[in-house]
């Protein structure tokens, strides 16, 4: 693989435009295609892109294939089939997931993509897609040792902070980890600022208290922004939260220990989905909650 391999990007959403920008500004060949909208597609192709029209075709040209999708649905579907990045897949060439996947689902891929003579790394990512311009994310890779030192250098110039966390499907395992502790701790503060309203109480006296102690987090400070400061700083949905969550969920029967704590983010983030508010940001669960007060005091 040479310094500056050729590299196929798949998900140019918020986070992957990011990417796919930071990549070229880095001096990299890319080939995209279109997933669900096309701006971002047309900004990287104006910039020196090539775009394909298939999965496959993406993966004939590429030394490295990155996908950044929403589920493992998403995932399976652009990797899977006639027409899909396996079935295009060079001899020696890398496949790196870096959305939240459930780790079942990407054990089973990368057997597939082993088979047709590739290498899969799972590296899911922390921080925002403003950090992704910048190429300051966290990026927990998994995966065969080997490959992810020859593919660094690449996730070196995307992430501030990389990790290697083990076998394939450990980077998922853990970024779910992650996610159901950030979600359940967001809706827990989110509702204690809504109580705090039902009882009459200033939302920034309950802050003061919480923060002077043990309890502060980044992701207390996230839900206070929008709940005392009016600024969203974590643009996050209430949808990917809930995602996360039953992917969580779902990862926990498998290993066979049914989770006891995240039922009630689960239950709170699909009731918002539920009513409106899956396209909404997480710290705005904060609103849903008073709303949700409001109405129970309702005859």
């Not at 966290?138 to 593919?151: L, S």
Request: proline share 3%; with cysteine; net charge negative.
């Amino acid at each position: 693989m040479s310094d500056r391999p050729a590299i196929g990007f798949i998900g140019l959403g918020l986070m992957g435009a990011a990417m796919v920008g930071r990549l070229q500004d880095k001096g990299y060949a890319l080939t995209v295609i279109a997933n669900r909208a096309r701006a971002a597609v047309d900004k990287a192709v104006d910039r020196g892109a090539s775009e394909a029209r298939t999965a496959r075709e993406l993966a004939a040209a590429s030394d490295i294939v990155m996908l950044c999708v929403d589920t493992s649905a998403s995932v399976e579907a652009r990797m899977l089939g006639d027409d899909g990045v396996i079935a295009g897949l060079r001899e020696g060439a890398v496949v790196i997931d870096f959305g939240t996947s459930l780790p079942g689902s990407t054990k089973a891929l990368a057997a597939q993509v082993a088979q047709a003579g590739g290498t899969m790394l799972d590296a899911p990512l922390g921080r925002t897609p403003a950090h992704a311009v910048d190429g300051k994310l966290n990026v927990m890779a998994a995966g065969d040792r080997a490959t992810y030192d020859a593919v660094k250098p690449v996730l070196d110039d995307l992430g501030e902070n990389v990790f290697h966390l083990g076998a394939v499907g450990t980077g998922h395992t853990i970024k779910l980890i992650n996610n159901f502790f950030a979600m359940t701790t967001a809706c827990a503060m989110s509702e204690a600022f809504a109580m705090a309203d039902r009882a009459g109480i200033d939302r920034a006296s309950v802050y003061q208290v919480m923060a002077a102690g043990p309890l502060r987090s980044g992701m207390m400070d996230f839900v206070k922004a929008h709940a005392i400061d009016e600024d969203i700083q974590l643009a996050f949905s209430v949808a990917n939260a809930r995602k996360d969550i039953g992917y969580y969920v779902q990862m926990a029967d498998e290993l066979g220990a049914a989770s006891q704590m995240s039922g009630a983010a689960k239950n709170a983030l699909g009731l918002a989905k539920a009513t409106g508010w899956g396209e909404r940001m997480v710290p705005e669960m904060v609103d849903w909650f008073s709303a949700l007060f409001d109405d129970t005091r309702k005859p």
